[in-house]
């Protein structure tokens, strides 16, 4: 009976997986690097005993890095583009807003001016700025361009996307720079003119979702998920290879127990997350969202020993997780609040019960993700196994038949979001999808 969990503590599925996804090079949404590794993901999965595995493709906005600048006195500091940043040049002030919170904006004039904000909150606020939420209070408030300012130390700028293809963002060119540099910005230039400079290429591109499955054909189905794009300035170690890596794992040690599933497990190792959930958002578009017991999805994992989870207010999710975890000696920690910002969240926004899998690190934010220092030498294949078991055991639990979770009415996830002080951003960025 427990002879998988020795299996999954010698198994190298994960990690050969994981030195292959980092080996490929720029996993951008829609690139080459993207297409190989969801075709090296797609033959994982199917050398580990998964069925049907394939690519469903879909067509996305391209965009593609080139040059970027902060032109200060006589001087060019380093940044580093923010993906879907248009393709443009805006001088203006420089006006350091700190954390960039909703206050700030309100407070502050920034109208024609380059405004730069970290990418942290401060710990007596109560909740998350997402940095599009950040951009969209800028470029609401007229400003000429952004600047997103790392909090963590060692010359690292940060990336990430500012806008969605549905969802055009004007002129207001986007960079990221790093803590040092911001600092001396700060220092030197605040209330002077700076030029910010971006060159992209923005196109017509394709990306794909990665499927297979395992256990019985059954209408009913548990989702295990992560996404296989990278941001291209980094090795997506991460965010999110490690997670594409836990897929695979679990799918091997799943192919071994296959005879105790319930329910069809589908794995989804998704396309395009980092410009806009747009992988998980199309697979969602065509989902029948009953026949979905439950999503887990994998985005943050092996980063730290301990695993969280985003359980989204089902305390039978929270539960399970626990009684897992407490079946292995093994500490975790459950959120049971709202996590809209990863591929489970085109899902549980409508009421599918879901999970965002973590872990923790210790570190305020992303620390090493979205940056050039998001590299395998920081991770251990002993955090690797481990996680596989825990999440192994809780898929089995969760698609057994003796485990049930109710749906939400979407009115019970919105609520929660005004409730937990979401909305106010999620509404500002277009991702509010609610009828006011």
Partial sequence: MTQWIG????SDAGWDHLETLVDVGDRMAGSEGERRAAEATRDALAE?????????????????????EIRAGQTSQDCIALPRSPDASATGELVDLGYGLPSDFEDTDVEGKVVMVAT????????????????????????????FKNHVEGCLPPTGSVGTADDPIGDVPAVGVSKEVGARLSRRWEGETVTVAVDADVHDATSGNVHAELGPDTDEELLVTSHVDAHDIAEGAMDNGAGTAMVVEMARALADREDELDARVHFVAFGAEEVGLEGSGRMAERANFDDVKAIVNNDGVVRGRTLSFYTHGFDALDEAAHAVADRFDHPVKTIPEQGPHSDHWPFVEWGVPGYHVMSETGDEGRGWGHT???????????DLREQAILLTELTVHLASDEFSVAHKAPEEIAEALEAENKAKGMKITGDWPYDE
């Fill in 120 to 147: 942290n909150v401060p710990d007596y606020f109560d909740r998350f700025v997402h940095r599009r939420e950040k951009y969209y209070y800028a470029v609401e408030g007229g400003a000429a361009a952004f600047v």
């Fill in 372 to 382: 050039h220092a998001d590299t395998l030498d920081k991770l251990e294949v002993r």
């Fill in 7 to 10: 299996t999954t503590f010698e």
């Fill in 48 to 68: 580990v005993g998964a069925r049907d595995a394939r690519i469903e493709e879909f067509d996305v906005q391209g965009w593609t890095r080139g040059g970027s």
